[in-house]
């Protein structure tokens, strides 16, 4: 039978091991490994809040953001350069600020009203939109064009 105290010289070699390897590969810079054909879901969320002081008062807006792609990597050359076609689907936005709350999902059957309708006269022309970018292995963009647009 093991004990606990025969299992922690172990424990603690194999928390080293681990911490060794982890530190070995922190210097080598990280790539992507992308390869023709791979399709993705891609989800970016923001959120971001703001304090700012108009006329002696603290004024706090808070923001949040999600945005869902979809990526399809049309190719990847000999240098590992990948050629991804991104298309721009759902779009939710959520504001609060001492005016009120904004809201905005761009799958919403309901057209938005106020400040709202603002907000998704500026967004919602962007869902549906594709592009294709140039991606270095290294994550770096190389350049991007709109589909369908000269």
């Given amino acids: 039978?093991?004990?606990?105290?025969?299992?922690?010289?172990?424990m603690?070699?194999?928390?080293?091991?681990?911490?060794?390897?982890?530190?070995?590969?922190?210097?080598?810079?990280?790539?992507?490994?992308?390869?023709k054909g791979q399709k993705f879901d891609v989800v970016v969320e923001t959120s971001m809040q703001q304090q700012q002081n108009i006329s002696g008062q603290q004024v706090d807006t808070d923001n949040q953001m999600k945005m869902v792609m979809t990526w399809d990597v049309l190719d990847v050359d000999a240098a590992g350069v990948a050629t991804i076609e991104q298309e721009m689907g759902r779009i939710t936005m959520d504001m609060k600020s001492p005016m009120g709350e904004i809201k905005f999902d761009s799958e919403d059957e309901e057209e938005?009203?106020?400040?709202?309708?603002?907000?998704?006269?500026?967004?919602?022309?962007?869902v549906g939109i594709k592009f294709v970018q140039k991606l270095s292995p290294y994550g770096e963009n190389l350049g991007v064009e709109v589909v369908g647009q000269e």
């Avoid at 039978?1 to 172990?10: D, V």
């Avoid at 938005?112 to 962007?126: R, T, V």
């Fill in 12 to 35: 603690f070699a194999l928390a080293l091991a681990l911490l060794v390897s982890a530190t070995a590969d922190a210097g080598k810079p990280l790539k992507w490994k992308l390869q």
């Fill in 1 to 10: 039978m093991i004990t606990f105290q025969n299992r922690t010289p172990w």
């Fill in 112 to 126: 938005p009203s106020g400040m709202a309708a603002m907000l998704a006269s500026a967004i919602k022309p962007m």
